[in-house]
């Protein structure tokens, strides 16, 4: 496996007018030739994939570019392949089709809340993780309903995501799933209460809750490990140890930490990061 960190000391995480962590001006590191980092450090950009919906990881700013801490992971890579952060694209995915676009080269590589699994592992690969969330359940402020957990939900109408590991592990529970595109898009139904509960990952729901003060909130009561890992093609093996890399080196050298701080870490503690994968695609 060809090592992944060409040169040293090209993660450091600096602050931008906009609020968010982003790393300074690229150095310009060499990697063998032929390599996934080779032809984007040499193209001297990267397509990224991101949501655009969700607050505090991947939502879409006064700019037009979204902001979040999985927008600041992507800068964070792309600083080290020597790409700065105005030449990154950043291209809207959602849970359905976040592995056609790595498929079908749409986008070199995605950073959007997007859970490692086996069966996604069939048709990509995975680098991280670098976050590890958990499955919970948004309802109206008061929780009129005495909802404790996805037990109580049987039978009734609940929202989230077609696509997404959040509905196949609801379904379980032999809820009413009601699907959309976007959680965002659930909030009207729950309103309007034509579903009783929204259910993702916890921090995508505290995002959401913290974006409509007052109106909703979380349980705090995760029901699953969801592990965050950062999507690229299929057995590229010499581009998810760069990777691992990277995030190991941002570990370490307080870039994760920052990154975090100035997103998620408004509205959520600052968790330990979890250790990378090496051993499975």
């Given at each position: 496996?060809?090592?992944?960190?060409?040169?040293?000391?090209?993660?450091?995480?600096?602050?931008?007018?906009?609020?968010?962590?982003?790393?300074?001006?690229?150095?310009?590191?060499?990697f063998e030739a032929g390599t996934t980092m080779?032809?984007?450090?040499?193209?001297?950009?990267?397509?990224?994939?991101?949501?655009?919906?969700?607050?505090?990881?991947?939502?879409?700013?006064?700019?037009?570019?979204?902001?979040?801490?999985?927008?600041?992971?992507?800068?964070?890579?792309?600083?080290?392949?020597?790409?700065?952060?105005?030449?990154?694209?950043?291209?809207?995915?959602?849970?359905?089709?976040?592995?056609?676009?790595?498929?079908?080269?749409?986008?070199?590589?995605?950073?959007?809340?997007?859970?490692?699994?086996?069966?996604?592992?069939?048709v990509i690969s995975f680098a991280g993780p670098y976050?590890?969330?958990?499955?919970?359940?948004?309802?109206?402020?008061?929780?009129?309903?005495?909802?404790?957990?996805?037990?109580?939900?049987?039978?009734?109408?609940?929202?989230?995501?077609?696509?997404?590991?959040?509905?196949?592990?609801?379904?379980?529970?032999?809820?009413?799933?009601?699907?959309?595109?976007?959680?965002?898009?659930?909030?009207?139904?729950?309103?309007?209460?034509?579903?009783?509960?929204?259910?993702?990952?916890?921090?995508?729901?505290?995002?959401?809750?913290?974006?409509?003060?007052?109106?909703?909130?979380?349980?705090?009561?995760?029901?699953?490990?969801?592990?965050?890992?950062?999507?690229?093609?299929?057995?590229?093996?010499?581009?998810?140890?760069?990777?691992?890399?990277?995030?190991?080196?941002?570990?370490?050298?307080?870039?994760?930490?920052?990154?975090?701080?100035?997103?998620?870490?408004?509205?959520?503690?600052?968790?330990?990061?979890?250790?990378?994968?090496?051993?499975?695609?």
């Amino acid at each position: 496996m060809i090592s992944a960190i060409a040169v040293a000391s090209i993660l450091g995480l600096g602050a931008c007018a906009g609020g968010e962590a982003t790393p300074p001006a690229a150095e310009t590191p060499t990697f063998e030739a032929g390599t996934t980092m080779a032809k984007l450090a040499d193209a001297g950009t990267i397509t990224i994939g991101t949501k655009f919906d969700q607050p505090l990881f991947g939502l879409k700013g006064p700019s037009g570019d979204p902001v979040g801490f999985d927008v600041e992971i992507g800068k964070i890579i792309a600083k080290s392949l020597g790409i700065a952060a105005d030449k990154i694209k950043w291209v809207e995915t959602v849970s359905k089709n976040r592995e056609p676009f790595i498929e079908n080269k749409t986008v070199d590589i995605v950073v959007a809340t997007y859970t490692i699994n086996d069966k996604r592992k069939e048709v990509i690969s995975f680098a991280g993780p670098y976050y590890n969330a958990g499955q919970d359940i948004l309802v109206l402020a008061g929780n009129p309903e005495g909802i404790k957990g996805p037990e109580d939900l049987k039978g009734k109408n609940v929202c989230s995501v077609a696509g997404s590991t959040s509905e196949k592990n609801i379904a379980e529970y032999g809820v009413n799933l009601i699907t959309t595109d976007t959680y965002s898009n659930c909030l009207e139904p729950l309103r309007q209460g034509k579903v009783i509960a929204v259910t993702t990952d916890n921090v995508i729901l505290a995002g959401l809750a913290d974006q409509n003060a007052g109106e909703f909130e979380v349980l705090s009561n995760p029901f699953t490990e969801e592990p965050y890992g950062i999507g690229l093609g299929h057995d590229d093996d010499a581009f998810r140890t760069f990777i691992n890399d990277v995030l190991e080196k941002a570990y370490a050298d307080g870039s994760w930490k920052a990154a975090w701080e100035s997103t998620a870490g408004k509205v959520l503690k600052t968790p330990e990061p979890p250790a990378v994968d090496r051993y499975s695609n």
